[in-house]
């Protein structure tokens, strides 16, 4: 029988054939071995990523950091998580056109969407939905799928998660992400901490959900789908949905550094992002 750590071994050893082929054959060792276990079924995907962190380790700590180590947990994480795995971030130039021609729409979008607010007196629980996560992007810096997918997991919790502290609020949001170091720890399992400080526009459009009480639990999809939602209906002749949601993260990222009201350097706009792991400067988002 081929164990976990006999897999690993052996891909170690081998030579002759080529490396992704090798690879290959100990990824589909390997994940026979992970899935087959009691919890993965119906693990959650971020029980899933964490399995792999630890499977990850066990590969770096047997075989050192190699061209052989990097090809392998590609090969496993684009299998386990659907998308290839990165050692090192994007280069990210200081110009991105798709960005930028999404910021031209997002401008639009947003003061459409402030007059629906001002002349809204009874909004559906559907609507104050799309206003929160979208506001939450462009006043309250949460532009990256990761965050915003964490706030809509607060909305489910039972338990009280708006805190008060030193006349700031806040709430406390917990994810996975690869591009940040985990800080966080649940029952062994590792996370990423962050606290939120919405500001005031957030805030109102948070507490407008929150009165809505259940009646808009279970989420029926994730966060941004609530955004692509909202930029479909005010911006109908975008062809949004033939644009990467990433390109309207990015571009929304640039409405909340180029308003008027904030003042946002260039660090913050990264740390919004998602592409520097944390910013201890709240004065935008406050």
């Known amino acids: 029988m081929i164990t976990q750590y006999s897999a690993i071994e052996e891909y170690k050893l081998t030579t002759g054939t080529p490396i992704k082929r090798q690879a290959e054959y100990c990824a589909d060792h390997l994940i026979a071995d992970l899935t087959k276990r009691d919890y993965w079924k119906d693990a959650t995907h971020e029980n899933k990523t964490e399995e792999l962190r630890k499977l990850f380790d066990e590969i770096d700590c047997r075989m050192g950091k190699s061209k052989r180590t990097t090809i392998l947990k590609s090969v496993l994480h684009e299998r386990l998580i659907g998308r290839p795995f990165r050692t090192k971030p994007q280069r990210q130039t200081t110009f991105d056109s798709s960005a930028e021609a999404c910021f031209k729409l997002l401008i639009k979008a947003y003061h459409l969407v402030l007059h629906e607010i ?18 939450s992007t462009v006043h309250g810096g949460l532009c990256n799928h990761e965050m915003l997918d964490a706030l809509a997991a607060k909305l489910e919790d039972k338990n009280k998660f708006i805190t008060y502290h030193h006349g700031y ?13 985990t800080n966080y720890v649940i029952d062994e399992n590792r996370f990423t901490s962050r606290s939120w400080y919405p500001d005031p526009i957030s805030f109102a459009a948070l507490v407008g959900v929150l009165k809505c009480g259940k009646s808009i639990l279970p989420l029926q999809k994730n966060a941004f789908c609530y955004i692509e939602d909202l930029l479909n ?5 975008a062809s949004v ?5 990433d390109s309207w993260l990015h571009g929304l990222s640039l409405v909340f550094e180029r308003l008027h009201t904030h ?18 400067d709240h004065s935008a988002m406050s």
């Not at 949905?241 to 949601?245: A, E, G, H, L």
């Open 263 to 280: 003042s946002c350097p260039a660090f913050l706009g990264a740390t919004i992002r998602g592409k520097i792991t944390s910013c201890s």
């Open 118 to 135: 001002e002349t809204t007196y009874v909004p559906a629980s559907e609507l104050r939905l799309q206003w929160l996560f979208f506001l």
């Open 233 to 237: 209906r005010t911006l109908p002749d």
């Open 241 to 245: 949905n033939v644009v990467k949601s």
């Open 169 to 181: 609020l806040s709430v406390h949001l917990i994810f996975n992400s690869e591009a940040h170091p």
